[in-house]
């Protein structure tokens, strides 16, 4: 699996110097971040070089350009939610209003919900009507399931943790 990704990857990345961006050239989603099907580029680009992201963190631009994959320091680098709305305001990006987004935050156990039902292959359709969001959300959740095979694994030990408390 890793190496059909790293090669549709590669394939569209336009690689310069470590210093300088390295630009996404192939699709692009509606806020300018590069995507190689449901998930964005800027992502994949951080699990082919240092593997899974872990659960709770963002993959942020040092060089606010969007459209870069340089795993380099400088470029990308692994945040917070509030790194990244600080990284928001810092640089004036606001948040688009989108109508079928799911809520930023699911509540505790929901994600683990919606992966454990994905597991066990429930329809996604069904699965929108339960979570209240896209389609397009719930075929991310599974890429990223696929790419990043700690992802349940991590999410079901913060399920785990957040009961105990």
Not at 57 to 69: D, T
Not at 120 to 130: E, G
Not at 134 to 139: D, F, L, N
Not at 148 to 159: D, L
Request: aromatic fraction near 10%; charge should be positive.
């Amino acid at each position: 699996m890793n190496e059909l990704l790293s090669k549709l990857f590669w394939e569209k990345v336009d690689k310069k110097s470590d210093e300088e961006c390295w630009d996404w050239i192939g699709n692009i989603n509606l806020n300018g971040y590069g995507r190689l099907g449901q998930i964005l580029a800027h992502r994949i680009s951080w699990i082919l070089h240092f593997g899974s992201i872990p659960f709770g963190k963002f993959i942020l631009h040092e060089c606010n350009n969007k459209r870069c994959v340089n795993p380099n320091p400088g470029h990308l680098y692994l945040g917070t939610n509030s790194d990244n709305a600080k990284d928001r305001e810092r640089n004036n990006r606001r948040i688009g209003k989108a109508t079928n987004s799911c809520p930023p935050k699911l509540k505790d156990g929901e994600l683990w919900l919606l992966c454990k039902l994905l597991d066990n292959n429930i329809a996604v359709k069904i699965l929108v009507k339960m979570f209240k969001c896209s389609k397009s959300y719930i075929y991310n959740i599974k890429q990223v399931m696929k790419i990043n095979p700690n992802f349940y694994k991590e999410i079901t030990k913060c399920h785990l943790i957040s009961r105990l408390k």
